[in-house]
């Protein structure tokens, strides 16, 4: 698994500190690892972006970054209303490509989610992922409504012939509501992949050492953690399922 595309199920779902999270694992597991930021969007040219993030929480990682636009939107509406050359899906693979030459794991970051458009053609994450014959790891949110968009995101990647390495839930509350207990439960089944970890919820407040310290813990051996599914969904909804 050279490279692994992350996206999520729409935005603020926690993609990036789940990119740090698989970054820093890796790294601890002795890997080489770069981070590649499709598309920046609603950051201006000196601020800080996902990238510098995911280098700042998981420690040393290579990054790179092919565009950047000022408003908050999809980067292919962003770029028309910057008058900027839009990111398009062979950009993508190229770089993450040359990327992998020296490295042990690239980390393709999308925005938004899978289908968000890049450019004016249409192009987008789903493109990248399925040139690149890259596995991809889906960010989901744990609340009412993420079995919906979860679903909707595996079946768009096996209409591809894409692989879904599994689904990691972005941001995990210490007081989990229903919904979210049964969705540990259904969100493996709607997705038709793995449950592969749960990331407590404002860890990205963490100082970089406790962030890096912790990760293992958040993520499964897959992804060089030690995070036990069966184990959490017994915490999770009080039922060993027998």
């Known amino acids: 698994m050279p490279i692994l595309v992350i996206t999520g199920t729409g935005t603020e779902v926690g993609k990036t500190v789940t990119t740090a999270a698989v970054a820093a694992c890796a790294l601890a597991a002795g890997r080489s690892v770069a981070v590649l930021k499709a598309a920046q969007t609603g950051v201006g ?12 929480l998981a420690g040393g990682v290579t990054t790179a970054e092919l565009a950047r636009y000022p408003e908050p939107l999809a ?34 970051e999308g925005a938004g989610g899978l289908l968000v458009r890049f450019d004016e053609a249409g192009g987008t994450l789903a493109d990248a992922a399925e040139a690149l014959r890259a596995p991809v790891l889906v960010v989901a949110t744990a609340g009412l409504g993420t079995l ?6 595996a079946r ?13 839930i972005g941001g995990w509350p210490d ?4 919904a979210m207990r049964c969705n540990v439960t259904d969100l493996p089944e709607v997705a038709g992949a793995p ?12 100082s970089p050492a406790d ?7 958040w993520l499964a051996p897959r992804l060089d953690g030690a995070w036990e599914a069966d184990a959490f969904r017994v915490r999770a909804t009080g039922s060993d399922g027998s």
């Open 45 to 56: 040219p000196a601020e800080r972006g996902d990238a510098d993030e995911i280098a700042r």
């Open 75 to 108: 980067p292919g509406t962003a770029a028309r209303r910057a008058g900027l050359t839009p990111v398009r899906p062979y950009d993508v693979v190229e770089a993450a490509q040359k990327l992998a030459v020296d490295h042990d794991l690239v980390l393709v």
């Open 148 to 153: 919906n968009t979860t679903e909707l995101t």
């Open 156 to 168: 768009e990647l096996r209409c591809r012939g894409v692989e879904l390495l599994g689904v990691v």
């Open 175 to 178: 007081s989990p509501d229903l």
């Open 195 to 206: 449950l592969l970890g749960a990331l407590p919820m404002g860890v990205g407040a963490l």
């Open 211 to 217: 962030f890096r310290t912790a990760a293992p813990g």
